[in-house]
């Protein structure tokens, strides 16, 4: 089993359309999650980032972290063309290891 | 703040030729790590370091070498190139202490053996 989940999609919205992405886990000791987006041909770009459980906002962007079922999702609301990329989602655990541990990207495009 | 610099941004070797990927970081972090990506693949840690003169290996760091002997560099050595090393190589760092765990990239290289 992956320690990492992510539905490789792809995914096509509409534009406008509220986007939900997801990620479950298998390790418990995960404490800290991170969402990315990466455009074709270029490096993952961090967009969020959230400790432990509960929701964090930032503009059209809602993180949100549910550690009791390891799931993790990224909601973005109105989406945008511009919004078009591989979303990757990362997370670590804080004081059991110094690595990274990343879902295999959802690959979005938001229809104009 | 450049945040992780990555050169060259594109490079063709031929099978058995060497070459070194830079990465720069100037956030200070202590924790620097590479990667590469294949096509549905998802990113494979090849090496990292958990600070200058600390190195160890990742999932998959055959065919490669690293070293660190200052905070901001940190290269990555690919020694007789093979086709099964054409893939992107991303570089990250990441603070990992106090409430910032997050990990940064660089842009990437883009690496064909042939």
């Known amino acids: 089993q992956k320690e990492v989940e992510q539905d490789p999609g792809p995914l096509s919205v509409p534009e406008g359309a509220i986007v939900s992405l997801n990620c479950t886990y298998s390790n418990s000791a995960f404490q800290y999650f991170m969402w990315y987006r990466q455009y074709s041909r270029k490096g993952p770009e961090l967009l969020m980032y959230?400790?432990?459980?509960g929701n964090k906002e930032d503009g059209r962007f809602t993180a949100q972290v549910d550690k009791s079922s390891k799931y993790i999702s990224l909601f973005i609301r109105d989406s945008q063309p511009s919004d078009s990329a591989t979303y990757l989602c990362a997370m670590t655990p804080l004081n059991t290891g110094n690595q990274f541990y990343f879902g295999t990207g959802t690959s979005l495009t938001v229809i104009p | 703040n450049a945040g992780v610099t990555q050169t060259p941004k594109f490079r063709i070797l031929k099978i058995g030729q060497s070459m070194t990927l830079q990465c720069t970081q100037d956030m200070n972090h202590n924790y620097m790590y590479w990667y590469r990506q294949d096509p549905g693949m998802g990113l494979k840690l090849i090496y990292y370091s958990v600070g200058a003169g600390i190195t160890d290996k990742g999932e998959v760091p055959n065919g490669y070498n690293v070293s660190r002997s200052t905070t901001e560099d940190f290269p990555l050595r690919l020694e007789l190139a093979a086709p099964s090393q054409t893939s992107v190589y991303f570089c990250?760092?990441?603070?990992?202490?106090?409430?910032?765990?997050?990990?940064?990239f660089g842009p990437g290289t883009r690496l064909t053996v042939t």
């Open positions: 959230t400790y432990s459980s």
């Open positions: 990250a760092s990441s603070r990992r202490g106090g409430s910032s765990y997050e990990q940064y």
